[in-house]
């Protein structure tokens, strides 16, 4: 009876926490660059990245001719989404079967709440020769 009973409590938390779940949205531009050359048709993806669940793609798109950016996604969470943008790139690797990641952060402040961003977070010119130690190599 009261392993039942805990059961049924479980359930209804699981699906009360699920239904308080929220919809919230972060958005970035910015524009992107290999040692001061235009980095077109970069592969960019916007993730809330989880602790417990595996990740959640949020949105993916590609840098434009000049190396520009605009992406914005949306995630449906009981906590507050922890954003980040995921670029995939060959800037400063020589092997033609391997790319690099490389990962920015998306600071708080810019997680609106609701299905649209209200505040765009500038990444700014982004120089992936010289950007801190966030990247992870990959090989076919």
């Known amino acids: 009876m009261k392993s039942q009973l805990f059961a049924t409590a479980f359930i209804f938390g699981f699906v009360i926490s699920f239904a308080a ?4 949205s972060v958005g970035v531009h910015g524009s992107i660059n ?4 235009v980095a077109a048709n970069i ?3 916007l993730w ?7 990740d959640d793609l949020m949105a993916n798109t590609t ?3 000049t190396g520009n950016f605009y992406i914005k996604g949306k995630e449906s969470e009981v906590t507050t ?3 980040e943008l995921r670029i995939f790139h060959k800037c400063g690797v020589e092997t033609a079967k391997c790319y690099k990641q490389t990962i920015i952060e998306i600071p708080d402040e810019f997680i609106t709440d609701g ?3 209200k505040n765009f977070y500038d ?4 120089n992936l020769r010289i950007l801190p130690n966030t990247e992870s190599k990959y090989c076919d």
């Open 48 to 54: 809330d990245k989880d602790r417990l669940d595996p």
């Open 34 to 37: 290999c040692d001061g050359e």
């Open 21 to 24: 779940a929220g919809v919230q």
């Open 81 to 83: 989404i922890d954003p």
């Open 43 to 45: 592969r960019l993806e």
């Open 63 to 65: 840098t434009g001719k």
């Open 115 to 117: 299905a649209e961003p």
């Open 123 to 126: 990444a700014g010119n982004i």
